[in-house]
């Protein structure tokens, strides 16, 4: 080969290599702030987005960044002035937790491992690491006695697939698919948008959003709207949201609104119900622009459950009960039910399906591509006519009643000294005779 091609060929893999790795996408590091009652970083929700993007906030940018540290000496406030004790780089403290520090706006150098970040002499941490561009986490922990009650506007922000926003609930905080007064909620006074989305890449987990509203101004659970132009990622999974109080003049309330032409919108396992007033439109679910994917909700009386008047939407394993129109508008559809199941409690406001139902139970499509748990966590199986229609998978958990197997076969389980077991498992060894009683027991628990 002539050496002018060769110099070629290794100049154009030298090309494509640095080309390659100068643009990789790295991971980001998830900045948390615990938001609890009492006790965390913040009280509420509405005071975390409020001071974390004060002044705006780019999480994108390399003058961003995440540190661990050691502990706090002293204190430093949000919004504070820090340098690094070394380097003498510089930047803004947005927030300091027990083991993290969020920095913005760097400049002036570059903070080092090992140094002190610090306010002063008396007020730093000593950071371990040379930092990471972060992911802002709102980690809302521990029992909730009185709800929150501020509307939350993310906005502010700027985001990215990787760098992006979430806000969720741990299981001290979260619903167990039914609503609950000791847990996390956001309850906010008529005629607001209770959590507004107006960035570009977030995700919203485990929460319960509910409000009363007897005023002539239209209120929303969730909403998006006005964010960016571009990409977008908005995932909103595992809430319940309720309308608590409707009147005749709050037409257009609604549980989850899309209105955004640059959203797309993934929306799954959620729940929403009472968006219903006799005679005016009130909706559960509502797109107007944008793109949304409505994937394994609930929707419980509602005027308008699923409703489209813009954008695209997509709707699969989607469960309508005791609405006025289940699907209107141009959805595309794929295993949907508005045939109402039958519910474990309905009149109390628990919708997860009963042990008997037959109407959503094992007719949805497998949809573990794009999530694999319903609302409780619990995984769903996979194959085809597995999955159930809604927001909750009806599992079979431990039996209720003791089961009479006469003796078991020897080498098979070890002995006991009574009849009455409980079945673990699926294959059960035994020997002699076993009764009708006991072969209707056993079918129970199938």
């Known amino acids: 080969m002539p050496k002018k091609i060769l110099f070629f060929l290794v100049f154009i893999i030298l090309a494509v290599f640095t080309f390659v790795f100068s643009n990789k996408t790295l991971a980001a590091t998830e900045f948390v702030s615990t938001i609890m009652e009492s006790g965390g970083d913040y009280s509420s929700l509405a005071s975390w987005e409020a001071a974390i993007s004060s002044s705006s906030i780019d999480l994108t940018t390399s003058t961003t960044k995440v540190f661990s540290h050691s502990g706090i000496?002293?204190?430093?406030?949000?919004?504070?002035?820090?340098?690094?004790?070394?380097?003498?780089?510089?930047?803004?403290?947005?927030?300091v937790t027990a083991s993290q520090i969020l920095i913005k706006g760097i400049y002036s150098g570059t903070f080092q491992s090992g140094e002190r970040v610090?306010?002063?002499?008396?007020?730093?941490?000593?950071i371990s690491d040379a930092g990471d561009s972060a992911i802002a986490t709102a980690k809302i922990d521990g029992a909730w006695t009185n709800a929150e009650t501020s509307a939350v506007v993310i906005n502010g922000w700027t985001t990215t697939s990787t760098n992006y926003i979430s806000v969720y609930t741990t299981t001290a905080a979260r619903h167990t698919g039914k609503w609950d007064n000791t847990k996390y909620r956001l309850n906010t006074a008529s005629g607001v948008t209770n959590l507004g989305i107006l960035e570009n890449y977030v995700r919203i987990e485990g929460l319960q959003i509910g409000f009363t509203n007897n005023t002539s101004t239209v209120t929303r659970g969730i909403f998006v709207v006005a964010i960016d132009a571009g990409g977008s990622d908005i995932r909103i999974t595992n809430?319940?949201?309720?309308?608590?109080?409707?009147?005749?003049?709050?037409?257009?309330?609604?549980?989850?609104?899309?209105?955004?032409?640059?959203?797309?919108?993934?929306?799954?396992?959620?729940?929403?119900?009472?968006?219903?007033?006799?005679?005016?439109?009130?909706?559960?679910?509502?797109?107007?622009?944008?793109?949304?994917?409505?994937?394994?909700?609930?929707?419980?009386?509602?005027?308008?459950?699923?409703?489209?008047?813009?954008?695209?939407?997509?709707?699969?394993?989607?469960?309508?009960?005791?609405?006025?129109?289940?699907?209107s508008g141009t959805i595309?559809?794929?295993?949907?039910?508005?045939?109402?199941?039958?519910?474990?409690?309905?009149?109390?406001?628990?919708?997860?399906?009963?042990?008997?139902?037959?109407?959503?139970?094992?007719?949805?499509?497998?949809?573990?591509?794009?999530?694999?748990?319903?609302?409780?966590?619990?995984?769903?199986?996979?194959?085809?006519?597995?999955?159930?229609?809604?927001?909750?998978?009806?599992?079979?958990?431990a039996p209720n009643a003791p089961v009479s197997l006469g003796q078991y076969q020897s080498g098979c389980s070890s002995a006991i000294s009574t009849s009455t077991y409980w079945i673990a498992t699926s294959t059960i060894c035994f020997m002699g005779v076993i009764s009708d009683s006991d072969l209707y027991d056993l079918e129970k628990l199938q």
């Open 118 to 126: 610090k306010v002063n002499a008396s007020n730093y941490v000593t």
């Open 332 to 397: 595309t559809e794929t295993t949907d039910s508005s045939s109402t199941p039958t519910f474990v409690d309905a009149a109390n406001d628990d919708f997860h399906l009963a042990s008997n139902d037959t109407t959503w139970r094992n007719v949805g499509t497998d949809l573990s591509a794009s999530s694999t748990d319903d609302i409780d966590g619990q995984t769903r199986p996979t194959g085809a006519n597995t999955w159930d229609i809604g927001a909750d998978e009806f599992v079979n958990t």
């Open 239 to 327: 809430n319940i949201v309720r309308a608590l109080d409707l009147t005749s003049s709050t037409a257009s309330s609604t549980g989850i609104y899309v209105n955004d032409a640059d959203a797309t919108v993934t929306v799954i396992n959620n729940i929403v119900y009472d968006f219903y007033i006799a005679g005016v439109g009130a909706n559960c679910y509502w797109i107007n622009s944008g793109v949304v994917n409505w994937y394994n909700n609930t929707a419980q009386n509602c005027g308008m459950a699923f409703y489209q008047t813009g954008g695209t939407a997509t709707s699969k394993n989607d469960g309508v009960a005791s609405s006025t129109m289940p699907f």
């Open 73 to 95: 000496t002293g204190s430093i406030s949000d919004d504070a002035l820090v340098y690094g004790s070394s380097s003498s780089a510089m930047g803004t403290a947005v927030h």
